[in-house]
């Protein structure tokens, strides 16, 4: 296992045929050149231009690193940098990073701009980003340990092979992990871990969680936790396989998020059951001083999270459909869960319509095929409303939790430290039986 706090590459722009950013500060390339204040990089002939603001050339490359002279006080600003990808808080926002920078260029004539930073400080800015930084001490300690746990757990992933994925003509299943990224690390976005540098104000509970915890990590029989997080379970935890590969992990089983226990999902009996009611759970939360304290600005725009509704016309949810996957189906007919997981997250889901019926899988391209931006999660039901003559006219979606559901449930967690659970307590509850240890 880990030994030494590592240095993690983070992609905070892929693809990108031109940017504008600022050094604050005095930074270094090779050969000792200098470079500060106002600066563009430009993709094309094959490699990279970096200019100053009079547009003058700075230096030339297919790779360029700035090294800060000062990395306590010096930081970059990048401009138009988009978050939320594809997901309904999608916007761009200016950020600003502390670290190194390195520039990349791609075989499309485009370029990754990549941030070089500690494992550590890289931390400080995912929990701020995450969650808002008045958050409960004891849970931002329990996020600090569990977001660490699961980015060296997928560092070490990335070593081995990729497991294949499905695509047939009446069969899709494919699932997104960080080893779909290749020249660094992580992205700095949501799918992997939200991270927005220092534009975000690190506070003295992030800071207190951050030193608190340092180079503490979830340990299962011997390997550092796959410790997965996300906004909301809706009642009951998800298992890993649902999700991503056909695995299981015993720190990752599915577990009741109340005190009450809540017997899994076994039916489509039991999933109406389920998501037509509201049972008690630390996620079940509707205070929004609560709220106010866990979630960052643009989150707090979803507060129907637990238990959540969703309505389409018939042609408007068939043209999503041709949007999102490329397949017109025709006259949408019937949506059948195939597989669900034990907290009613559905894994395959069949679409049937009058010219295909495919089945697709797993939950992230259920959620991403049927809204323009994503469904809050794969646990839903579906209701359908007929007009006069007998005609489909609608279909109604009720659904609960917000995301994939494995592991620690943010909401709930941060509930639970409001209640006077401690970090230790909260990990222990969502990731069965893993022990938390000190590796640096």
């Known amino acids: ?50 200019l ?22 010096n930081f970059f600003t990048l401009q ?33 701009l990549l941030n070089l930073i500690g494992l550590e400080d890289y931390l400080a800015s995912v929990i701020s980003s995450e969650m808002s930084a008045e958050a409960p001490l004891e849970f931002l300690k329990a996020q600090a340990i569990t977001a660490r746990s699961w980015l060296v757990a997928m560092l070490e992933k990335k070593r081995q092979p990729r497991t294949a994925q499905l695509k047939s003509d009446d069969e899709i299943s494919v699932w997104q992990d960080v080893n779909d990224h290749e020249g660094f690390d992580v992205c700095a976005d ?31 029989e011997g390997r550092i936790c796959d410790a997965r997080y996300y906004k909301c379970c809706g009642g009951r935890t998800e298992e890993f396989r649902s999700a991503w590969e056909n695995n299981s992990y015993p720190y990752l089983a599915s577990i009741t998020d109340a005190a009450e226990i809540h017997p899994p999902i076994a039916s489509e009996e039991d999933a109406t059951l389920w998501l037509d009611s509201h049972p008690a759970a630390y996620c079940n939360t509707s205070d929004k001083d609560i709220l106010k304290r866990i979630l960052p600005a643009f989150d707090l725009e979803t507060l129907h999270f637990y238990r959540w509704r969703v309505e ?65 999660s794969s646990a839903f039901i579906v209701a359908v409303e007929h007009d006069p003559a007998g005609n489909i006219k ?44 000190k590796l640096y």
């Open 52 to 73: 100053d603001d009079a547009g003058q050339i700075i230096a030339r490359g297919n790779e360029l690193t700035l090294t800060p002279d000062d990395p306590a006080m």
């Open 394 to 437: 609608r279909f109604i979606f009720h659904g609960g939790g917000w995301g994939h559901g494995v592991g620690l449930c943010q909401i709930g967690a941060a509930v639970m430290a409001v209640k006077g659970f401690e970090a230790h307590d909260i990990l222990t509850h969502y990731f069965t039986g893993a022990g938390i240890e």
């Open 80 to 112: 138009n940098v988009r978050i939320g990808i594809d997901f309904h808080w999608d916007r761009m926002q200016t950020l600003s990073f502390r670290g190194s920078l390195m520039i990349k260029i791609n075989d499309d004539e485009t370029f990754s």
């Open 190 to 220: 949501d799918h992997c871990q939200r991270y927005q540098g220092i534009t975000k104000i690190i506070s003295e509970n992030v800071a207190r969680a951050i030193d608190a915890t340092s180079g503490e990590f979830l340990v299962s």
């Open 312 to 376: 389409y016309e018939k042609e408007e949810l068939r043209q999503i459909l041709l949007k999102k996957s490329g397949i017109d189906f025709g006259n949408l007919q019937h949506f059948l869960p195939v597989e669900r997981g034990p907290s009613g997250r559905i894994s395959k889901l069949k679409i049937i319509g009058s010219k295909r019926t495919v089945v697709v899988g797993k939950e992230l391209e259920i959620r991403r095929w049927l809204s323009d931006t994503h469904l809050l």
């Open 1 to 50: 296992m880990i030994k030494s706090e590592p240095k993690i590459k983070v992609a905070i722009l892929q693809k990108s045929p031109e940017a504008a950013l600022v050094l604050h500060g005095v930074y270094r390339l090779a050969g000792g050149r200098t470079a500060s204040g106002s600066l563009t990089v430009r993709a094309g002939g094959g490699g990279m231009t970096l």
